[in-house]
């Protein structure tokens, strides 16, 4: 968006003209049909394909994509295409509860550093700065090393490891609306903290923070993928994308389809989430 398209969309004016056609970008609409596929294959993977995730086809072991199996099969004979639509209710599950769990957690305790502000946030802020001086991959590991592999833990990892990022912009975004002449108009005309909290603090600080959830969505994919593919995610023969990633490594030589179509899938996702987020981000501004 330009500052004259920016100036007027802050006074309540329409764009028009051929800077509101450029405003419809072929890449947010590929990126909500992206989300949107993914949603249904997590919700109703049966409306796309027919056959089993874990059971084998005799004699369909490592088959090259075509018609009958169009992404291949496995060295199982599992089709490749069915053990990815089912594999996104195990990832996108994960990553929603992953991104839940961050938002909540770290939105509550930016709010309230940001909020209260004075020994309180600077007791908070110390531990947020604690957890970002840990990579989230270690602190991730750690967590499931302790309470153990599997699906639930690994989405409760990497959901403690996001709730820093989420307390820093939330208390940054609380900071600044807190100071800003209309929250200090409503303590002037006698509102309580709580209620100016309510009322004009909280709607006005986490636009911000909801773009970066949608933003944050993509990383857990990642990150659930990556601990997947190390061994500590979903154990097989469950599908899940990175543990389809995982169990094809072996075979790039002979069957480079199993390594790379889940990858793909994971990589457009993960795109799609991002662009998604800069464009609520765009919004927020």
């Known amino acids: 968006m330009s500052l004259v398209d920016y100036a007027a969309a802050r006074r309540g004016e329409r764009v028009s003209g051929p800077r509101a056609r450029l405003s419809l970008q072929p890449g947010l609409w590929l990126a909500w049909g992206v989300i949107t596929l993914a949603l249904l294959a997590a919700l109703a ?121 989420f307390a820093r912009l939330a208390r940054g975004e609380v900071v600044r609306v807190r100071r800003s002449e209309y929250v200090e108009a409503a303590y002037g005309s006698g509102g309580s903290f709580w209620r100016v909290l309510w009322r004009h603090i909280l709607p006005n600080s986490l636009t911000a923070v909801v773009a970066f959830a949608a933003l944050q969505f993509g990383q857990a994919i990642l990150a659930l993928s990556t601990l997947s593919f190390l061994g500590y995610g979903t154990p097989p023969p469950t599908p899940e994308w990175g543990l389809l990633i995982a169990e094809g490594r072996n075979y790039l030589a002979t069957a480079w389809w199993l390594t790379l179509f889940p990858g793909i899938v994971v990589v457009a996702v993960v795109l799609a989430a991002n662009r998604i987020s800069q464009q609520l981000a765009g919004g927020a501004k």
């Open 45 to 165: 993977p049966g409306l796309l394909t027919h056959f089993s995730p874990t059971t084998g086809i005799a004699g369909a072991q490592r088959l090259p994509p075509q018609a009958t199996y169009w992404l291949g099969t496995d060295q199982l004979g599992r089709d490749l295409f069915t053990r990815i639509v089912y594999g996104a209710s195990q990832s996108l599950a994960a990553a929603f509860a992953a991104v839940a769990m961050g938002f909540v957690g770290g939105t509550t305790l930016g709010v309230i550093a940001g909020a209260v502000g004075r020994r309180t946030e600077s007791v908070l802020m110390r531990l947020v700065d604690v957890l970002l001086s840990i990579p989230s991959l270690l602190l991730s590991l750690s967590i499931l090393i302790l309470l153990g592999f599997g699906t639930v833990h690994a989405a409760l990892a990497v959901g403690i490891a996001s709730v820093a990022s």
